[in-house]
C-alpha cells in the first residue's frame, strides 16, 4: 500500500510542480514585460519633455542642461541634427561612426525613419542598455533625432531577487503541499490500507481477520462491507469444518472399510478401519495405483470390473492374510459426477468373517447334533428289530440287548439334558442364584461323588490344599456342575493307575482351583477350540466313554457368567491341568 501512496503523492507532486514551474517562468515574464512597458514610457515621457525642450532651442546654448539632465536621469542623451552636428555626452564633435558602433541599429532605424519615421526602442540584454528614439519635430518639420541610453541593470538585479523569492515561495510551497497531502493521503488511504490487509488475511483463510469501521465515507462502507463478507465467509468456513469433522467421523469410525479411487486410477482416500483391517501403511497406500498399491488380486479384479461396466457390483470375497483368512462383502460403485462425467469407484468392505464362523458353527452344530442322535437312535431301533425278529424267546440275549438300549437312551436323555442346559445358559434371561458358596464344601462333595467313577477307572481322586474360609459369590448349583464336568473329563482321560488332583489358592479378592491329571493331554493347536459344541480331543474314545461334547461349553459358559476366568495347560501324554479363577464378589452387569 506505500507503493499506491507513494505513486499518488509523486503524481500530485508532479503536477503542482509543473503548474509551479510553469506559473514562476509566467509571472517573470509578465513582470518583466510589465517592467520593460512602464519602462519604455517613462523614457519615452523624459524623452518627449527633453523635446519639448530644445526643439525651439540652439543645442549650444542647451549643453549646460542636458548634462543635468543626464546626471538627473541617470540617462545618456544624445542628439543629432538634421545639419549633422551630433552631441553626446557632453561632446558635440562626436562622430556618427562612433555612435553606429555603440548603437548599431541605429543606422538602420535612421535609414527606416526617414521615410516613416515612428519611436522605437530597442533592448540591448546583452550590455545591459535600453535605447529610446524619437525624432525633433517643430512644425512637422524634421529637425533630427532625441536618443536615450539608458543601463537596465536595476531590473536584471530585480528580477533576479524576483526569481529568488519565487523559487523560495513555491518550495515552500511545495513542501507544505506535500505534508498536507501526505496528511490527507494518509487519512484516505489508512482505510484502504486496512482493507487491503484483511482482504490479504481473507486470501490465506485467516476469516477472523477485520478491518476498522470508524469512518462514514466510502471508505467507510468499503470497510463494512470486508467486515461483513469476513463474517460470512467465517460463518461458512465453520459451517464448512463442522461438515467436514462430521463426515471425517463418520467414515473413520464406521464399522466397515472405505476405499476411494478416483477416475485415474488413484487411491484417494482409505478409512481407519481399512488400515486396521489390512494393516496398510497410509503413506504408500495413498496417492498410488489400486493396482499397484492392493495385494489381493481378487480387489483388483473388481475394481477392474467396475472400471469396465461401470455399473454398481456386490460380492463376497475371501481375502487371505498372512496368519489368517477373512470374509468380506464388498459393495463397489462408480461415482458419476453432475454432467455425466466419471469420477471414480468407491469401496466398501463389510466384515463378515464372524457371520461366516456363526454359519459354519451352525452347520456343525445341526451335523455334530444329528451325528450324535443318530448313533444311539440307531443302535436302539437296530436292537428293537432284533428283539421283535425272535431275539426275545432268548432271555440272556434279550437282557443284553435291553441293557444296550437302556444305555443308549441314557446317552440321548443326557444328550438332550446338556442341549436344553446349555440352551439355557446361552439365553439372556439366564441368571444366576448368587449366595456365599465355600468352596471347600463344594468340591469336597464333587470328590464323594465322583470317587466310585475314579476307583472304577483305577484312578487316584486326591483333593490338596484347600482351605476353610473360601467363601465366594456365585450359584451354589452352578458352581458344583462347573467342577463336575471338569472332574469327570479328568477321570475320564486319565488312563488306569493315573492321578487326579485338586488344588485351590486363595487370593485377596480371588480363588483359583486347579484340576490336574495326568491323561493324555491335549494337542496346543486344539486348546483353543476344546470349548466348542462338541469338539472331541479324541472322538472314539470320547463317544465311547458316553460323553456328549457339550461338557466344557457349559463350563465356559458358567465360567463367563460368575465373570471368572478358565484357563488350561496340557502337555501330550503328560496330563492337562484346568484352572478356574472365580471372583470373591460377584459383579452385577
Known amino acids: ?14 503536477v503542482i510542480g509543473s503548474i509551479f514551474a510553469g506559473l514562476g517562468i509566467m509571472t517573470i515574464k509578465v513582470l518583466e514585460n510589465f517592467h520593460n512597458n512602464t519602462y519604455v514610457q517613462k523614457i519615452k515621457n523624459e524623452a518627449s519633455l527633453v523635446e519639448l525642450m530644445i526643439k525651439d532651442q540652439d543645442i549650444s546654448e542647451m549643453k549646460e542642461k542636458l ?34 558602433q555603440t548603437f548599431p541599429q541605429l543606422e538602420e532605424i535612421i535609414d527606416q525613419k526617414r521615410t516613416k519615421f515612428k519611436d522605437v526602442h530597442v533592448m540591448d540584454e546583452e550590455k545591459g542598455i535600453i535605447h529610446y528614439v524619437m525624432p525633433i519635430q517643430n512644425d512637422n518639420q524634421y529637425n533630427g533625432y532625441l536618443i536615450f541610453s539608458q543601463q537596465i541593470e536595476p531590473f536584471q538585479i530585480m528580477k533576479e531577487k524576483m526569481s529568488i523569492l519565487l523559487v523560495i515561495y513555491f518550495v515552500a510551497a511545495y513542501f507544505l503541499i506535500l505534508l498536507v497531502g501526505t496528511i490527507i493521503s494518509k487519512q484516505h488511504l489508512n482505510p484502504i490500507e486496512s482493507a487491503v490487509l484483511v482482504v ?35 460463518k461458512l468456513k465453520s459451517s464448512q469444518e463442522m461438515q467436514q469433522d462430521r463426515l471425517k ?25 481399512f488400515k486396521d483391517i489390512f494393516k496398510i501403511n497410509i503413506d504408500q497406500f495413498m496417492a498410488k495405483l489400486y493396482y499397484e498399491a492392493i495385494e489381493h488380486k481378487e480387489i483388483i479384479e473388481l475394481v477392474e470390473e467396475i472400471f469396465i461396466t461401470e455399473k454398481a457390483v456386490r460380492k463376497q470375497l475371501m481375502v487371505s492374510f498372512h496368519t489368517s483368512r477373512r470374509h468380506f462383502e464388498v459393495y463397489g460403485a462408480p461415482i458419476i459426477g453432475k454432467k455425466e462425467e466419471w469420477r471414480g469407484v468407491v469401496l466398501v468392505f463389510h466384515d463378515i468373517t464372524g457371520l ?24 436302539i431301533k437296530g436292537f428293537s428289530e432284533t428283539l421283535l425278529d425272535g431275539a426275545l424267546e432268548d432271555k440272556e440275549m434279550a437282557k443284553y440287548f435291553l441293557n444296550i438300549i437302556l444305555k443308549e437312551t441314557d446317552r440321548l436323555q443326557s444328550l438332550i439334558n446338556d442341549l436344553l442346559d446349555l440352551s439355557n445358559i446361552e439365553q439372556e434371561s439366564f441368571t444366576l442364584n448368587i449366595t456365599e458358596v465355600n468352596i471347600k464344601h463344594v468340591l469336597e462333595d464333587v470328590a464323594v461323588m465322583l470317587q466310585n467313577k475314579a476307583k472304577e477307572k483305577e484312578v487316584l481322586l486326591q483333593l490338596e490344599n484347600v482351605e476353610d474360609d473360601i467363601i465366594v459369590e456365585g450359584d451354589l448349583y452352578r458352581i458344583k456342575q462347573i467342577f463336575i464336568n471338569l472332574i469327570t473329563n479328568a477321570i475320564k482321560y486319565t488312563p488306569k493307575d ?61 465360567v463367563d457368567a460368575h465373570h471368572g476366568e478358565i484357563e488350561v495347560i496340557s502337555k501330550i501324554n503328560e496330563g492337562t491341568t484346568f484352572s478356574v479363577i472365580l471372583p470373591k464378589k460377584h459383579i452385577n452387569k
Open 356 to 379: 461366516k464362523k456363526l454359519e459354519q458353527m451352525r452347520k456343525d452344530f445341526v451335523a455334530n447334533v444329528s451325528h450324535e442322535l443318530k448313533t444311539p437312535m440307531t443302535s
Open 200 to 234: 490479504n488475511e481473507l486470501a490465506k483463510g485467516n476469516y477472523q481477520a477485520r478491518t476498522y469501521e470508524y469512518r462514514t465515507d466510502e471508505t467507510g462502507i468499503l470497510a463494512r462491507s470486508i467486515n461483513h463478507l469476513a463474517r460470512n465467509l467465517q
Open 249 to 273: 467421523a463418520l467414515i473413520e469410525n464406521m464399522g466397515s472399510g472405505l476405499i476411494l479411487i478416483d477416475g485415474k486410477g488413484y487411491i484417494n482416500l482409505v478409512n481407519r478401519y
Open 67 to 100: 548634462r543635468r539632465l543626464e546626471k538627473s536621469m541617470k540617462t545618456d542623451i544624445t542628439v543629432i541634427l538634421s545639419n549633422g552636428t551630433i552631441y553626446s555626452k557632453g561632446n558635440d564633435q562626436y562622430s556618427l561612426e562612433k555612435l553606429y
Open 498 to 558: 493315573g492321578k487326579v488332583k485338586i488344588n485351590c489358592f486363595n487370593f485377596v479378592d480371588r480363588c483359583k482351583i486347579n484340576i490336574s491329571d495326568t491323561g493324555i493331554g491335549i494337542e496346543k493347536d486344539e486348546i483353543p477350540r476344546i470349548f466348542e459344541r462338541f469338539y472331541r480331543v479324541d472322538k472314539a474314545r470320547t463317544r465311547n466313554s458316553g460323553g456328549t461334547g457339550l461338557g466344557l461349553a457349559i463350563v465356559k459358559h458358567l
Open 1 to 14: 500500500m506505500n507503493k499506491l501512496r507513494t505513486k499518488i503523492i509523486v503524481s500530485v507532486l508532479l
